[in-house]
């Protein structure tokens, strides 16, 4: 069984940063892709962000949040984070790891999930 643990996240205002962070609980044979997503209340579940396993440098960006966040692996390739830059109170959501053998950008195809942090915008 594989845990996604977060951490991060909080309130801040307009133009803020801020990071998460998400660690799986196993590293041996840790191959996934690692990506975030987020929800806002009253909406789906969207695509954030996601990071390979065998290139960290291969990582892939929604067209909102491109240029603002940025997505890394750890040494150990079972963690990773995001920096939030240039925030906007569009940003609020409640944002999620998630972890899967091939990048993608929807949910569905998603194995594991972290347990969801809260981020707030505020104007």
């Known amino acids: 069984q594989v845990h996604l643990v977060q951490s991060g996240g909080g309130w801040v205002h307009t133009g803020d940063s801020l990071r998460l962070s998400c660690v799986a609980s196993?590293?041996?044979?840790?191959?996934?892709?690692m990506a975030w997503f987020r929800q806002a209340p009253g909406k789906e579940r969207e695509f954030v962000a996601y990071?390979?396993?065998?290139?960290?440098?291969?990582?892939y960006y929604a067209d909102s949040v491109k240029g603002r966040f940025t997505i890394s692996r750890g040494s150990a390739k079972n963690a990773v984070t995001l920096q939030m830059n240039s925030q906007k109170p569009e940003d609020t959501a409640l944002y999620y790891c998630?972890?899967?053998?091939?990048?993608?950008?929807?949910?569905?195809?998603?194995?594991?999930w972290g347990q969801g942090t809260q981020v707030t915008v505020s104007s």
């Open positions: 990071c390979s396993w065998s290139d960290s440098e291969n990582t």
């Open positions: 998630a972890a899967n053998w091939a990048g993608s950008t929807l949910p569905g195809d998603y194995a594991y």
């Open positions: 196993t590293r041996t044979g840790w191959t996934y892709t």
